[in-house]
């Protein structure tokens, strides 16, 4: 079937204001730290080493995000956020107009209490902007709308960064920034306003004041959530991290590596922004419009190749003349590589971060979702700040050059995330998953949502070959449960990901009589506990293509556990590599078309040779 583009949520009331209004907030931080940051280091009569200033201002910005995270976690969870995105957007606008009196009287003062106060309106903003869209979309547009976010954002941060540039190099300079940033401020309340009704999810909690004792017990429900869930957050975190490492370097690279002046590092930041921007506007052509986590093993491959990548082809530019402009550093061949290799961090940290935001959104309770995403980003700010400390530790004192420390992140890299995968092996199982249906098959689905979204069901399908699981498993939205041959089960490499899915091996009664009864007795848990269950009524895979006589199996699942039944049918399978076919060889019909069908679900009624018969309309005369 296809589908509307993910772009067609900026034609909606219910995502379109809110996508302005968090975009004009991530601009607007932008433009006036950015603003403030030229201030110093160019306009401002300052007295002693202005880097200390800078770093203060960054310190400034990221502390709120410490301090009032956990708070900002609890007003979203008490308060209809619509009402409290108002209300962010209203403090906006007095808190750049602090900053425009600022600018205009040259009152540094003034401009830090502004800038600690953007940070804590961005604090305060950041639970509700990821609580809220679960709140207004369907679960198959979730990866979409995280994606044009995420697409938004960087792209807004870029924008902010040039746009300040731009502004600070007027002689006039400070009427033009106080009337940009209150005017921005201005048109993202506007924005603001159209943002539709999103109820509190839990109006009747007691707000805890306290932000140290709240800080940490936010962190502990956070890390306290499922597995996939808490280290979904760590990742999330550990790509703060990373990307915090790589951004603030670039300025002082494109110098030193790159012997370019500051239009280098706008060629730099646009790259990797517009790298940003593709990643996450593809996890969702990826992705199939779900949840899949499979895309984050994915993209951490290719933060660590990119990153080694962009270790090795830095130096290769002449340093004979230095403060080269971006149209003379594109001269050389070695730029391109650099260019290649930040284009290809940015998108692949799209695979990466998209669908970690969507899984936190997606499982985690409604009552807890604005906390968790709080606890998130008190992680990611505690991260960041460990991100600077690491970059001074192995620059200054370690004496390392800034590629070493790009290789040394992307060593980094694959340790944290081997971790990550090992303690939740979900995320490997479901790259392989991923892996198979878009390299060897190309998959398609026909009326996949007569799948109950909630709720148990049992699943029949025809057995055409060795991975009809994965992929019928890459295809369903749900977790399914699979009844398999326990040979199959067993198969190397195989057996991790069925392991891993929670698959039930079975044998035949004959064959082992404990393994036959400990598999019925798995299935009716996981149906009582609503879950999928998907059996191969055949028992065994097809070795001529046709579909085997249904056994009675079926019928004593129902017998114990009443249940609605969902027939599927593979299309175009047979004569794969992983079919039984004796014609098939490695490449014959490799990316090959399959088509995965479902059919209406049967209430009543559900014996074998019914169930066959429906499966073999669904299949039709496509083996």
């Not at 306290?224 to 603030?248: E, K, M």
């Not at 290719?302 to 962009?310: D, S």
């Not at 040394?408 to 944290?416: M, R």
């Not at 081997?418 to 390299?439: C, D, G, N, Q």
Request: hydrophobic residues 50%; neutral net charge.
């Amino acid at each position: 079937m296809s589908h509307p583009s993910q772009f067609n949520l900026l034609r909606t009331r219910r995502f379109l204001p809110f996508f302005i209004t968090q975009s004009l907030g991530a601009f607007n931080d932008n433009v006036f730290k950015q603003s403030l940051i030229l201030a110093i280091l160019y306009r401002l009569a300052i007295e002693g080493d202005r880097s200390i200033w800078v770093n203060l201002c960054a310190l400034l910005f990221i502390l709120p995000f410490f301090l009032f995270s956990a708070l900002a976690g609890q007003f979203g969870e008490k308060f209809a956020k619509d009402a409290l995105i108002r209300l962010i957007k209203l403090a906006e606008i007095a808190i750049m107009a602090v900053g425009a009196i600022g600018f205009l009287f040259d009152h540094l003062s003034l401009m830090l209490v502004a800038l600690f106060a953007m940070g804590t309106h961005s604090a305060l903003f950041g639970p509700v902007k990821y609580s809220i869209l679960p709140q207004a979309l369907r679960d198959d547009e979730l990866v979409g709308g995280n994606g044009l976010v995420e697409m938004g954002t960087f792209l807004a941060i870029l924008a902010g960064t040039i746009g300040a540039g731009i502004m600070m190099s007027s002689e006039h300079y400070a009427p033009v920034v106080s009337a940009a940033i209150i005017g921005i401020a201005v048109l993202g309340y506007l924005a603001s306003r159209s943002i539709p009704r999103a109820a509190a999810s839990s109006p009747e909690m007691r707000l805890d004041w306290n932000i140290f004792s709240q800080s940490w017990a936010t962190l502990k429900l956070g890390l306290g959530q499922t597995p996939a869930v808490s280290r979904s957050i760590v990742g999330n975190s550990w790509f703060w991290f990373v990307g915090a490492i790589y951004l603030t370097q670039i300025p002082a690279y494109a110098k030193e590596w790159m012997h370019g002046d500051e239009t280098v590092v706008t060629l730099i930041l646009t790259v990797f922004s517009v790298g940003i921007a593709l990643g996450s506007m593809l996890c969702e052509k990826l992705s199939g419009r779900k949840v899949e986590i499979g895309l984050v093993p994915f993209g951490s491959f290719g933060l660590t190749v990119f990153g080694l990548l962009l270790w090795w082809h830095s130096g290769g530019i002449p340093d004979s003349v230095t403060g080269h402009s971006w149209i003379a550093v594109l001269g050389f061949v070695h730029t391109w590589a650099v260019l290649i290799d930040i284009l290809g961090l940015g998108i692949f940290g799209g695979f990466y971060i998209v669908p970690l935001y969507a899984l936190i959104q997606s499982r985690t309770a409604e009552k807890e979702r604005a906390r968790v995403i709080a606890a998130n980003n008190i992680l990611n700010a505690l991260f960041m700040v460990v991100s600077a400390i690491v970059s001074i530790v192995l620059l200054s004192v370690a004496k390392l050059s800034i590629p070493q420390l790009f290789l040394v992140v992307s060593l980094l890299n694959i340790g944290v995330n081997a971790y990550i995968f090992k303690i939740v092996p979900e995320f490997s199982m479901r790259f392989m998953i991923w892996l198979l249906s878009h390299s060897m098959y190309r998959v398609e689905h026909r009326n996949l949502e007569a799948i109950p979204d909630e709720g148990a069901a049992l699943l029949v399908c025809n057995h055409v070959s060795f991975v009809d699981a994965l992929l019928i498993g890459g295809a369903v939205r749900r977790p399914i449960r699979f009844v398999m041959y326990y040979k199959i089960y067993n198969l190397p490499v195989l057996n991790f990901i069925f392991r891993t899915a929670g698959a039930i091996p079975i044998a035949g009664r004959q064959e082992d009589i404990q393994i036959y009864e400990k598999a019925f007795t798995r299935i009716a848990h996981y149906l009582k506990d609503g879950e999928l269950v998907c059996i191969f009524p055949e028992g065994k895979l097809t070795a001529d293509g046709e579909i085997n006589e249904f056994r009675g199996g079926v019928t004593r699942i129902l017998e114990e556990t009443p249940v609605p039944v969902i027939p599927l049918a593979l299309q175009g399978l047979w004569g794969s590599f992983f079919s039984r076919d004796p014609n098939k060889g490695l490449f014959h019909r490799l990316w090959s078309r399959v088509t995965l069908v479902a059919g209406p679900a049967v209430t009543e009624g559900a014996e074998p040779a019914k169930l066959q018969a429906l499966v073999g309309e669904l299949r039709g005369t496509v083996r």
